[in-house]
């Protein structure tokens, strides 16, 4: 032991590896052919010919002489093939009878006792196997309805089962006879069982008849008829109503109230008086309710309890209309009513029971809440003109917030800390609750009270996104608060926070170094960080956090993260840009695409090999301000679809031409089915060194000239409704297109198995021709059947083209009640102008779906500016807003819309005969008010724009404000970068307008409208009489006065030119070896601007043959901010580019390529020569080649690491008066492994020899041997 004790005796143990076991075998469960490969895999490597001598095999009582299955039949054999790649290679075995099996006979495997493994010597002491059957006569063996035993009510799927799988490829559903008819019959095969399935009629009795012909998967068929019996039982009793236990009568149907029942041959209904202050108590009630055993007693007094007789015929669907009169007397009030069945439910299946908060009310209410109030608009019901002189008040808030309504319906209440939950409306002896959510679990929720706050909003940035490990990262940053209120704006950091700390974690999350900075007169911090060189690569974070009080007062924004990229790369010497002709595109026409390649330097890519892949896949447009419209194929949100089809992929070759082009002309052939078509044209420009760049042209093609939209109110419907479609057709820039011939084509449909897979394909196809004209067309079809429908609409141009679009509608396949909500229908919204400026009128165009309509125009902005009123007698007004600086960079514009609209019977068809409905409707626009107020004219330009390389210039910086005049005291950061570093990852500094300015939402709180929660009455219910009630109780009142037809929402108050490279020879001068170099030539991160608005900086150029991109961004201590660019160009008339691997290792022989660029107009011939330090130059330093005019050439230079550290290469070469010289160095790295022994022994006295053998095959240049003793063998460990 460790401590020195001795085990006094020997401790031994024996344990064994097991036998051979089974795993898996085939075949079973299903009848099997009478030549099947039986199948069986083990969990060890076996001897297939020594496992086969002790398998018995046995049909019925016979036995069966057996062999093993050649290559070619288990190739051939799908299932075993597939088998045997799952059980790895040695581990199965695969044989057949010599004779064919006994048919429909039990086939019995036994597999051992004795079978030996191929790992070991231990055999099987117990026998294993199974069993199967062979195929006999293709016969029916059961029929069964449903799940349990008796039971078969209506839609419940038959299932017959067969002795044989069906042959799914050759099976057709018209072998298939129902007596009597089985409406929306399907039919479907799945192995031995057929299921079927339709709208079957409870209590029937039907007869499935299975033709002669029907064909098992062995070629067998019935032989004759075969018939099976299916008793239909009664349908599962049931009891519903519409709405989500919040409702609003209908005022024109009476105090009338619909439920839905089903084999319920009388109802028990109970009401019970309540008001706005039994809210609370009603939710808790319905949580207390929601399942079928707890029966507590809901809120409010007793004011009408009896029991209905039900008369219906049995399984069918029942509507009772319950007579409410006694329980709301004058027609109006506020009831819970609750309806159970007179007798229990025999079952314990979904609840049977309706609880439902019921108003009967001519009052239309509407909340609007912001931060600090709510506003409250008081309307009509039937018609949505506005009621004036209404108490509305908030309950409950611990406060009075009471207020009456205008002229014009509105008023606004103050909102307290306490959550209000409910909205409540008096008029006369009317009254009427809006609650703020009518869910049951949100209690303690609802309007109050939000108090302004102020967030830090954070600018950061990096110098080029991605770097090697051991470089230096340089951050620079800017922090302002930001008002998050209705009129919250960008403000000065001022004492909020005085510094920054960070920490750096690298991609697995270790922290690599930690410091601060503090922050400047600004609001600035900058910091520099030294990456370890053995750090980790991957994404790495930055977490920075301000020295701002911790508190709801910052909503966590003092803490920010930054990220960049740690990872080995070579850097790219040439840029690649790829561009499509101007379009738009059509199918039959074509497009030419251009790749542009360019040395960061200067100088094209000449003869360059060019690789193109064109790819083509479906693509979507939707033109301009019609997307209410659908165009195109239509995907439901709630589906994920994995259908997408594979590109169509092209590839061609070619190169570049004298400026380094390449053309390539697409022709645009046809598309099938026609719809737009996104095409990628991909080029791949490889220089002479084999350094390779892509680049991207995007194209989207349009079928043809013209787009059809489609759209449709409800996506769903109930059977035997009509389903409406309305269709437009429009240009590409949407406006409408006139006198165009539109086919519509409505299709349901059903999941069929064709050729052994699953497809749906289309029945009951129904037609439909249109016009095309200024506004959409309708459509109709008819729906005689549930499930989904396709409607596709097809347009032609004038040249003959083809465009279609899809939508898909659903049609419930049962009989459900009636659809008698009334939904929420869209405005619509259009502004005169894409952006605007503070002091301009914004003109916005309303176009509304019914008309007239009262309306509430409010301005928003994280909660609400302010409200106005208009009435629109028309179907379009325009509006008018004034726009304000405060409001930058975006307000938020919605209409609310309330009125009435025409009726529709319970079939979805409009009836003039019936009164009108109610009616609500909302739009949204989001105006944006760009900050050019806010918007510095940062410039930055070098006096030279281009240098040799480690050449010096001076950047000449002037900052302007967004009225062009200098800003003094301004503060700006200047970086210079390699462009080819920054290409990488395409890097840009983020705009920090886009930062500090970004957009605000809406609001704060989701609007409440009481007439989302009306069910309209029965058609046959609803009568004038209602209409002249509300006259008679002067809710038909006029609004005068109060209503402008538009609304106004009044205001608050060159640089120098650069030199140009020299072109002339000058005197021969030494060259001059360029070692340097860097990514980054400057990072100047706090320069001041002088009383002119101007700044200055001297940039040094690293030694790179590169593109510097020079980067500013610039602010004020205030909310003005912006940002400049441009380059300078690091060249030479002669350039020698070494590019060396990344690393060697020792004893590697490569080649160093070396590319010559000549950047004269004149043919060089250049001398070329290479020293190097820890390598040798196998075949010589030196080479002379011919370089042509404006081109390039590439030397190789064979090369062998000599031993590990570091390998440099200085590569010079002239030509007459122009010379270029470059150094490099790459590691390289030891071949070495780490090999341990350990031995242990005994010394009783002196000493002992071991002898120590070293390995074979080693490098004795590197490398050593280290002895360790130890007086325990557990050191080891």
Same mark, same amino acid.
């Given at each position: 032991s460790a401590t020195g004790g001795v085990l006094q005796s020997p401790v031994r143990w024996t344990f064994t590896t097991p036998p051979p076991g089974i795993t898996t075998s085939h075949p079973k469960d299903e009848p099997a052919r009478r030549d099947t490969l039986m199948f069986a895999a083990f969990d060890q490597d076996v001897d297939p010919q020594a496992v086969l001598e002790t398998i018995v095999v046995r049909a019925g009582q016979a036995p069966v002489r057996a062999r093993l299955a050649t290559a070619e039949e288990v190739k051939a054999d799908d299932v075993v093939s597939r088998r045997t790649a799952e059980a790895g290679e040695g581990r199965w075995i695969a044989f057949r009878a010599v004779e064919p099996l006994l048919a429909d006979s039990r086939v019995a495997v036994t597999v051992g006792p004795g079978t030996q493994s191929a790992e070991g010597p231990r055999r099987t002491e117990k026998p294993q196997g199974w069993s199967f059957r062979t195929y006999g006569p293709l016969r029916v063996t059961e029929h069964q309805c449903g799940w349990r035993k008796g039971e078969c009510p209506p839609f419940t799927p038959w299932q017959i089962a067969f002795s044989?799988?069906?042959?799914?490829?050759?099976? %057709?559903?018209? @072998?298939?006879? +129902?007596? &009597?008819?089985?409406?929306?019959?399907? /039919?479907?095969?799945?192995?031995?069982?057929?299921?079927?399935?339709? %709208?079957?009629?409870?209590?029937?009795?039907?007869?499935?008849?299975?033709?002669?012909?029907?064909?098992?998967?062995?070629?067998?068929?019935?032989?004759? =008829?075969?018939? +099976?019996? $299916?008793?239909?039982?009664?349908?599962?009793?049931?009891?519903?109503?519409?709405?989500?236990? $919040?409702?609003? !009568?209908?005022?024109?149907?009476?105090?009338?109230f619909s439920v839905y029942s089903v084999n319920h041959d009388a109802l028990k209904v109970r009401a019970y008086a309540v008001g706005p202050s039994d809210w609370p108590a009603f939710q808790k009630h319905m949580q207390l309710s929601w399942n079928n055993t707890a029966r507590p007693e809901p809120p409010g007094r007793l004011v009408l309890s009896k029991t209905v007789p039900v008369s219906a015929r049995p399984d069918e669907l029942t509507e009772m209309r319950l007579d409410l009169s006694p329980a709301l007397p004058g027609g109006h009030g506020q009831i819970i009513l609750v309806v159970d069945p007179a007798v229990p439910p025999k079952d314990s299946g979904p609840r049977q029971r309706v609880i439902t908060w019921l108003q009967a009310t001519r009052i239309g209410l509407d909340a609007f809440a912001?931060?600090?109030?709510?506003?409250? *608009?008081?309307?009509? !019901?039937?018609? #949505?003109?506005?009621?004036? #002189?209404?108490l509305v008040e908030l309950q409950p808030a611990g406060v009075v917030l009471k207020g009456t309504t205008g002229a014009d319906g509105l008023a606004v209440l103050p909102l307290a800390s306490q959550p209000s939950g409910v909205l409540v409306a008096r008029l006369g002896d009317d009254l009427a609750i809006l609650p703020d959510t009518v869910s049951w679990w949100s209690n303690g929720s609802g309007w109050k009270r939000g108090e302004p706050r102020d967030d830090l909003r954070w600018y950061v940035?990096?110098?080029?996104?991605?770097? @090697?490990?051991?470089?230096?990262?340089?951050?620079?940053? *800017?922090?302002?608060?930001?008002?998050?209120?209705?009129?919250g704006d960008v403000k000065p950091l001022a004492d909020a926070a005085q510094a920054v700390a960070y920490a750096l974690r690298d991609s697995r999350g270790n922290e690599v170094a930690r410091g601060s900075a503090r922050l400047n007169a600004w609001g600035a911090f900058d910091l520099g960080v030294k990456l370890p060189p053995t750090m980790n690569l991957g994404h790495t974070q930055v977490k920075l956090v301000a020295d701002a009080t911790p508190g709801p007062a910052w909503n966590q924004s003092r803490e920010h993260e930054h990220g960049f990229e740690v990872q080995e790369f070579r850097r790219p010497e040439f840029e690649v840009t790829a561009e499509a002709a101007a379009g738009p595109y059509f199918v039959g026409g074509s497009a030419d695409a251009t790749v542009t390649a360019a040395y960061y330097a200067g100088g094209a890519l000449t003869g360059a090999d060019v690789t193109w892949r064109v790819a083509a896949t479906p693509g979507s447009f939707t033109p301009p301000n019609r997307d209410d419209f659908t165009f195109g194929e239509w995907t439901p949100w709630w589906e994920t679809r994995f259908d997408g089809e594979p590109p169509r992929v092209e590839t061609f070759q070619g190169r570049t031409d004298p400026a380094g082009k390449h053309h390539l002309r697409m022709d645009f052939i046809a598309v099938d089915p026609p719809r737009a078509t996104s095409v990628q044209?991909?080029?791949? /420009?490889? =220089? /002479?060194? %084999?350094?390779? *760049?892509?680049?991207?042209?995007?194209?989207?093609?349009?079928?043809?000239a013209v787009y059809v939209g489609l759209k449709s109110d409800r996506l769903f419907v109930q059977r035997g409704q009509a389903l409406r479609v309305q269709a437009i057709v429009t240009d590409l820039d949407g406006q409408a297109v006139t006198g165009r011939p539109v086919s519509l084509r409505a299709e349901r449909l059903e999941w069929e198995r064709q050729d052994g897979e699953w497809k749906e394909a289309p029945v009951d196809g129904q037609d439909c021709? !249109?016009?095309?004209?200024?506004?959409?067309?309708?459509?109709? $079809?008819?729906?005689?059947?549930?499930?989904?429908?396709?409607?596709?609409?097809?347009?032609?141009?004038?040249?003959g083209r083809r465009n279609q679009s899809r939508l898909r509608l659903w049609v419930a396949g049962g009989t459900l009640p009636p659809s008698?909500?009334?939904?929420?229908?869209?405005?619509?919204?259009?502004?005169?102008?894409?952006?605007?400026?503070? #002091?301009e009128t914004a003109e916005v165009l309303v176009l509304a779906p019914f008309t007239p309509a009262e309306g509430v125009l409010s301005l928003r902005r994280a909660g609400i500016l302010r409200t106005e009123r208009f009435r629109m007698s028309g179907s379009s007004e325009t509006l008018r807003v004034r726009i304000e600086e405060g409001w930058t960079p975006n307000v938020h514009v919605q209409v609310d819309l309330v009125g009435s609209a025409p009726r529709t019977t319970d079939a979805g068809l409009p009836d003039p005969a019936l009164p009108t409905r109610p009616a609500f409707a909302t739009g949204t626009l989001n105006l944006s008010v760009p900050p050019k107020q806010r918007t510095l004219g940062l410039s930055v330009t070098p006096r030279d724009k281009a240098l040799e390389p480690g050449g010096k210039t001076v950047l000449d910086v002037t900052l302007r404000d967004g009225a062009g005049q200098a800003v003094a005291g301004g503060e700006i950061a200047v970086v210079v970068v390699d462009e080819a570093i920054l290409s990488l990852t395409g890097y840009r500094l &983020?705009?920090?307008?886009?930062?500090?300015?970004?957009?605000?939402?809406?609001?704060?709180?989701?609007?409440?409208?009481?007439?989302?929660?009306?069910?309209? #009455?029965?058609?046959?219910?609803?009568?004038?009489?209602?209409?002249d009630k509300l006259a008679a109780l002067g809710y038909a009142g006029r609004l005068s006065g109060a209503v402008a037809e538009s609304v106004m929402v009044q205001a608050m108050p060159a640089a120098p030119a650069a030199k140009a490279m020299r072109a002339r020879a000058e005197p021969p001068q030494p060259i001059r070896t360029r070692i340097d170099f860097n990514a980054l030539a400057l990072f100047a991160a706090s320069l001041p601007t002088d009383a002119m608005g101007r700044a200055q900086v001297v940039v040094k150029l690293p030694d790179s043959l590169t593109r510097y991109r020079v980067m500013a961004v610039a602010a004020t201590t205030g909310n003005a901010f912006g940002s400049g660019e441009s380059t300078i160009t690091a060249r030479l008339p002669l350039m020698v580019r070494p590019s060396p691997p990344r690393f060697l290792n020792f004893g590697d022989r490569f080649e160093l390529p070396v590319v010559v660029q000549n950047q004269?107009?004149? &043919?060089?011939?250049?001398?070329?020569? +290479?020293?190097?330090?820890?390598?040798?130059? /196998?075949?010589?330093?030196? %080479?002379?080649?011919?370089?042509?005019?404006?081109?390039?050439v590439e030397i190789r230079f064979p090369a062998a690491a000599k031993s590990a550290g570091t390998a440099r290469f200085q590569v010079g070469a002239v030509s007459g008066a122009w010379a270029d010289a470059s150094e490099v160095q790459l590691p390289v790295w030891t071949p070495a492994t780490t090999e341990a022994f350990a031995t242990y022994g005994q010394i009783d006295q002196g000493a002992i020899a071991q002898p120590v053998k070293a390995p074979p095959d080693v490098v004795p240049e590197f490398g050593g041997l280290e002895v360790t003793t130890s007086s325990t063998a557990l050191q080891a460990l």
């Amino acid at each position: 032991s460790a401590t020195g004790g001795v085990l006094q005796s020997p401790v031994r143990w024996t344990f064994t590896t097991p036998p051979p076991g089974i795993t898996t075998s085939h075949p079973k469960d299903e009848p099997a052919r009478r030549d099947t490969l039986m199948f069986a895999a083990f969990d060890q490597d076996v001897d297939p010919q020594a496992v086969l001598e002790t398998i018995v095999v046995r049909a019925g009582q016979a036995p069966v002489r057996a062999r093993l299955a050649t290559a070619e039949e288990v190739k051939a054999d799908d299932v075993v093939s597939r088998r045997t790649a799952e059980a790895g290679e040695g581990r199965w075995i695969a044989f057949r009878a010599v004779e064919p099996l006994l048919a429909d006979s039990r086939v019995a495997v036994t597999v051992g006792p004795g079978t030996q493994s191929a790992e070991g010597p231990r055999r099987t002491e117990k026998p294993q196997g199974w069993s199967f059957r062979t195929y006999g006569p293709l016969r029916v063996t059961e029929h069964q309805c449903g799940w349990r035993k008796g039971e078969c009510p209506p839609f419940t799927p038959w299932q017959i089962a067969f002795s044989n799988p069906i042959d799914a490829k050759a099976f %057709r559903k018209e @072998r298939v006879r +129902v007596v &009597p008819e089985l409406p929306a019959l399907k /039919v479907d095969v799945y192995g031995q069982r057929m299921v079927v399935s339709g %709208r079957a009629t409870g209590r029937t009795a039907y007869r499935v008849t299975l033709a002669a012909e029907l064909q098992d998967a062995f070629g067998q068929t019935l032989g004759q =008829d075969e018939a +099976v019996d $299916f008793q239909v039982t009664a349908a599962p009793q049931s009891l519903t109503a519409a709405g989500n236990g $919040f409702v609003v !009568l209908d005022p024109a149907a009476g105090p009338r109230f619909s439920v839905y029942s089903v084999n319920h041959d009388a109802l028990k209904v109970r009401a019970y008086a309540v008001g706005p202050s039994d809210w609370p108590a009603f939710q808790k009630h319905m949580q207390l309710s929601w399942n079928n055993t707890a029966r507590p007693e809901p809120p409010g007094r007793l004011v009408l309890s009896k029991t209905v007789p039900v008369s219906a015929r049995p399984d069918e669907l029942t509507e009772m209309r319950l007579d409410l009169s006694p329980a709301l007397p004058g027609g109006h009030g506020q009831i819970i009513l609750v309806v159970d069945p007179a007798v229990p439910p025999k079952d314990s299946g979904p609840r049977q029971r309706v609880i439902t908060w019921l108003q009967a009310t001519r009052i239309g209410l509407d909340a609007f809440a912001g931060t600090r109030s709510l506003t409250a *608009w008081a309307s009509s !019901l039937a018609d #949505g003109r506005p009621l004036p #002189g209404a108490l509305v008040e908030l309950q409950p808030a611990g406060v009075v917030l009471k207020g009456t309504t205008g002229a014009d319906g509105l008023a606004v209440l103050p909102l307290a800390s306490q959550p209000s939950g409910v909205l409540v409306a008096r008029l006369g002896d009317d009254l009427a609750i809006l609650p703020d959510t009518v869910s049951w679990w949100s209690n303690g929720s609802g309007w109050k009270r939000g108090e302004p706050r102020d967030d830090l909003r954070w600018y950061v940035f990096d110098d080029r996104k991605m770097y @090697r490990p051991g470089e230096e990262v340089r951050i620079k940053g *800017w922090i302002r608060r930001v008002g998050c209120g209705e009129e919250g704006d960008v403000k000065p950091l001022a004492d909020a926070a005085q510094a920054v700390a960070y920490a750096l974690r690298d991609s697995r999350g270790n922290e690599v170094a930690r410091g601060s900075a503090r922050l400047n007169a600004w609001g600035a911090f900058d910091l520099g960080v030294k990456l370890p060189p053995t750090m980790n690569l991957g994404h790495t974070q930055v977490k920075l956090v301000a020295d701002a009080t911790p508190g709801p007062a910052w909503n966590q924004s003092r803490e920010h993260e930054h990220g960049f990229e740690v990872q080995e790369f070579r850097r790219p010497e040439f840029e690649v840009t790829a561009e499509a002709a101007a379009g738009p595109y059509f199918v039959g026409g074509s497009a030419d695409a251009t790749v542009t390649a360019a040395y960061y330097a200067g100088g094209a890519l000449t003869g360059a090999d060019v690789t193109w892949r064109v790819a083509a896949t479906p693509g979507s447009f939707t033109p301009p301000n019609r997307d209410d419209f659908t165009f195109g194929e239509w995907t439901p949100w709630w589906e994920t679809r994995f259908d997408g089809e594979p590109p169509r992929v092209e590839t061609f070759q070619g190169r570049t031409d004298p400026a380094g082009k390449h053309h390539l002309r697409m022709d645009f052939i046809a598309v099938d089915p026609p719809r737009a078509t996104s095409v990628q044209a991909e080029a791949t /420009v490889t =220089d /002479v060194n %084999r350094q390779a *760049w892509t680049a991207t042209a995007s194209l989207l093609v349009h079928p043809a000239a013209v787009y059809v939209g489609l759209k449709s109110d409800r996506l769903f419907v109930q059977r035997g409704q009509a389903l409406r479609v309305q269709a437009i057709v429009t240009d590409l820039d949407g406006q409408a297109v006139t006198g165009r011939p539109v086919s519509l084509r409505a299709e349901r449909l059903e999941w069929e198995r064709q050729d052994g897979e699953w497809k749906e394909a289309p029945v009951d196809g129904q037609d439909c021709a !249109l016009q095309s004209a200024g506004e959409a067309g309708e459509c109709r $079809f008819e729906t005689k059947e549930g499930g989904p429908y396709r409607v596709t609409a097809t347009v032609t141009d004038d040249r003959g083209r083809r465009n279609q679009s899809r939508l898909r509608l659903w049609v419930a396949g049962g009989t459900l009640p009636p659809s008698r909500e009334v939904e929420q229908e869209k405005v619509t919204l259009i502004p005169d102008k894409k952006e605007y400026a503070a #002091g301009e009128t914004a003109e916005v165009l309303v176009l509304a779906p019914f008309t007239p309509a009262e309306g509430v125009l409010s301005l928003r902005r994280a909660g609400i500016l302010r409200t106005e009123r208009f009435r629109m007698s028309g179907s379009s007004e325009t509006l008018r807003v004034r726009i304000e600086e405060g409001w930058t960079p975006n307000v938020h514009v919605q209409v609310d819309l309330v009125g009435s609209a025409p009726r529709t019977t319970d079939a979805g068809l409009p009836d003039p005969a019936l009164p009108t409905r109610p009616a609500f409707a909302t739009g949204t626009l989001n105006l944006s008010v760009p900050p050019k107020q806010r918007t510095l004219g940062l410039s930055v330009t070098p006096r030279d724009k281009a240098l040799e390389p480690g050449g010096k210039t001076v950047l000449d910086v002037t900052l302007r404000d967004g009225a062009g005049q200098a800003v003094a005291g301004g503060e700006i950061a200047v970086v210079v970068v390699d462009e080819a570093i920054l290409s990488l990852t395409g890097y840009r500094l &983020p705009d920090p307008l886009q930062v500090f300015y970004a957009q605000r939402q809406s609001s704060v709180h989701a609007d409440s409208h009481l007439r989302a929660a009306v069910i309209l #009455g029965r058609p046959q219910d609803v009568t004038t009489e209602m209409e002249d009630k509300l006259a008679a109780l002067g809710y038909a009142g006029r609004l005068s006065g109060a209503v402008a037809e538009s609304v106004m929402v009044q205001a608050m108050p060159a640089a120098p030119a650069a030199k140009a490279m020299r072109a002339r020879a000058e005197p021969p001068q030494p060259i001059r070896t360029r070692i340097d170099f860097n990514a980054l030539a400057l990072f100047a991160a706090s320069l001041p601007t002088d009383a002119m608005g101007r700044a200055q900086v001297v940039v040094k150029l690293p030694d790179s043959l590169t593109r510097y991109r020079v980067m500013a961004v610039a602010a004020t201590t205030g909310n003005a901010f912006g940002s400049g660019e441009s380059t300078i160009t690091a060249r030479l008339p002669l350039m020698v580019r070494p590019s060396p691997p990344r690393f060697l290792n020792f004893g590697d022989r490569f080649e160093l390529p070396v590319v010559v660029q000549n950047q004269t107009d004149t &043919p060089l011939s250049v001398a070329v020569a +290479v020293r190097s330090s820890n390598a040798d130059l /196998v075949a010589g330093p030196g %080479r002379r080649v011919h370089v042509p005019a404006n081109d390039r050439v590439e030397i190789r230079f064979p090369a062998a690491a000599k031993s590990a550290g570091t390998a440099r290469f200085q590569v010079g070469a002239v030509s007459g008066a122009w010379a270029d010289a470059s150094e490099v160095q790459l590691p390289v790295w030891t071949p070495a492994t780490t090999e341990a022994f350990a031995t242990y022994g005994q010394i009783d006295q002196g000493a002992i020899a071991q002898p120590v053998k070293a390995p074979p095959d080693v490098v004795p240049e590197f490398g050593g041997l280290e002895v360790t003793t130890s007086s325990t063998a557990l050191q080891a460990l």
